[in-house]
């Protein structure tokens, strides 16, 4: 991997590439949540959507997505924030982008470990740039990614701010709003005030909360489910592309179990993702999209003792995500979607409402954890088969993943 010192520069390839903020574990070590800001000339964002983050994960133009945080494992284990860009699909009035963290207001000198990596879509090193004198600071530019003579270089920055998220944020455009005043409420006495004078003033400290997946719903003494919450299993996110037919080998190191697959294609006449056997073969359909521009979502099961392989085919290229189930819409009263799409159910035993606006198929297969792991690898129900505009309902017995699939916007209610 080339490793760079701060302020040096090289360049990247204008394509799709990966890009991670690592950091050592260990007691009292916060999470890193990694973003990126899209400047424009004058160094500032457009708007609040050239900000991508966990709490805003993809830019409106495709080209840059936050894909999340990977499994840390045991304390002392490496861990990593991830970012998905792909520079050539960036649109004109992006002169820059700027890769930056914060940690929930924790001093960057007391996370060891901290690097940036740059890596294309097969793993292979482009840039490495250890952070090795962080101190106070409690929010850091890590690098930014440049266009220069009709190219684009990356370059290694080492910045660090005290005052926060919201310092960094500041000086790039964006508006951090202060929370409003409390209003008094009948019988209100203002308090006295403070008998000394207060120092001298600091901008305040905005720290966005570490993002954790939501828990599931608690689950009774005689409920099917193992210990471990299956819909919380973590893995490095990875992103493949092609066109037309191709077979995808999966990252040998995601565990069995569930993974959250995300599919763009556009201008197609038909877009498929289906599982394959241990040889290759194409095994059973995971995804049948027949719109003309497709962004779906679906599962695969990662099967014990091998990778997950898949057939992906569309008549124009194609981006495939490889997600894990952390990544996917919870609820437990109400969702709303369009066409395809994988959601957890976290709520208890209840009755599903659905409405779908659209002229084809729509269905909604359950997929819960195995009663007997044993033997089994999932239990899949089908829930609904229904055509065109439809008002619905099924029943639901627990929490469980619904894989929706239609040609429309469709609600989903519960009633318990």
């Known amino acids: 991997m080339t490793q760079i010192p ?11 590439l990966q890009v991670a903020v690592a950091w050592r574990t260990g007691p009292g070590v916060p999470d890193v949540d990694v973003s990126a800001l899209l400047l424009d000339a004058r160094g500032r964002v ?3 959507a050239d900000l991508v983050f966990y709490n805003h994960q993809e830019h409106p133009s495709g080209a840059l997505r936050h894909l999340g945080r990977s499994a840390p494992g045991a304390p002392g284990d490496q861990a990593a924030d991830w970012l998905w860009m792909d520079l050539a699909r960036l649109e004109p009035g992006v002169e820059r982008v ?21 890596m294309d879509l097969t793993g292979a090193p482009v840039a490495y740039f250890p952070i090795e004198d962080t101190t106070t600071e409690t929010a850091f530019v890590f690098g930014e990614f440049y266009r ?3 190219g684009w270089r990356f370059r290694a920055v080492g910045q660090g701010y005290a005052s926060g998220l919201s310092g960094l944020a500041t000086d790039f455009g964006i508006e951090v709003e202060a929370p409003p005043a409390p209003i008094p409420g009948p019988g209100y006495v203002p308090p006295p005030p403070p008998a000394y004078a207060p120092p001298a003033y600091a901008p305040p400290v905005y720290a966005p909360p570490v993002y954790a997946p939501p828990s599931p ?7 099917t489910y193992t210990a471990v919450d299956p819909f919380s299993t973590t893995f490095r996110p990875s992103v493949h592309q092609g066109r037309g037919k191709e077979t995808v080998h999966c990252d040998p190191a995601i565990p069995p179990g569930w993974a959250l697959l995300e599919i763009e294609s556009y201008h197609s006449i038909s877009t498929t993702i289906e599982s394959c056997d241990a040889y290759g073969r194409a095994e059973d359909y995971l995804l ?6 497709v962004r779906a979502r679906t599962v695969a099961l990662v099967p014990r003792g091998r990778p997950l392989t898949l057939r992906v085919e569309a008549d124009t290229p194609w ?10 819409r919870r609820f437990d009263s109400h969702i709303e979607g369009v066409a395809h799409d994988l959601v957890v159910y ?9 409405s779908h606006h659209g002229e084809s198929n729509f269905t909604v297969h359950r997929h819960t954890p195995p009663a007997e792991p044993a033997y089994d690898d999932e239990d899949q129900e089908l829930l609904l088969n229904e055509i065109g505009e439809v008002r619905v309902s099924a029943p639901v017995s627990g929490p469980g993943l619904l894989r929706i699939s239609g040609d429309g916007p469709w609600k989903c209610f519960v009633r318990r």
């Open 6 to 16: 701060k302020g040096a520069h090289l360049p990247v390839p204008a394509q799709a």
């Open 46 to 48: 457009r708007g609040d």
């Open 98 to 118: 700027v890769v930056a963290a914060s940690a929930d207001g924790v001093p960057f000198g007391r996370i060891p470990a901290l690097d940036i990596r740059v």
């Open 148 to 150: 220069r003579d009709g």
């Open 217 to 223: 719903a608690p689950r009774t003494a005689t409920a």
């Open 288 to 293: 049948m999209a027949y719109e003309d521009d």
């Open 319 to 328: 981006t495939l995500r490889v997600l894990p189930l952390t990544h996917a």
């Open 346 to 354: 976290d709520g208890p035993p209840g009755i599903l409402d659905f």
